[in-house]
């Protein structure tokens, strides 16, 4: 089993960037694709992103596009998320996932890091 942490959240203003980092216990890290996803309170979890494992190719759900990006270190065993233009709206839990290459099975969760974004 894979075990991811995730950092960088905290507590910003609107307008504000921040990134985050996840960090991958797993030596074999750029076997796996990678996924930022968030979940607010009483809300379903939401794709934002994801990463090949060379880091060639990204994907954006539609309401990140142009604002997130996605990029990874495989030496470092570490995936990001730079986040600009913060909106209140933006304010979740982020957590990063990790699927075996060839698959869309997200089965490796980090326990999460906490984004709050003031008006």
């Known amino acids: 089993q894979m075990q991811l942490v995730e950092s960088g959240g905290g507590l910003v203003q609107a307008g504000d960037s921040l990134r985050l980092s996840c960090v991958a216990s797993e030596r074999t890290f750029s076997g796996y694709a990678m996924a930022w996803f968030r979940q607010a309170p009483g809300k379903k979890r939401e794709f934002l992103a994801t990463?090949?494992?060379?880091?060639?190719?990204?994907d954006y759900a539609d309401s990140v596009k142009g604002r997130f990006t996605i990029s990874r270190d495989n030496a470092k065993n570490a995936v990001y998320l730079r986040m600009n233009s913060l909106k209140p709206e933006d304010t979740a839990i982020y957590y990063c996932a990790a699927a075996v290459v060839g698959t869309r099975d997200w089965d490796n969760w980090g326990q999460g890091t906490q984004v709050t974004v003031s008006s």
């Open positions: 990463i090949n494992w060379s880091g060639a190719r990204t």
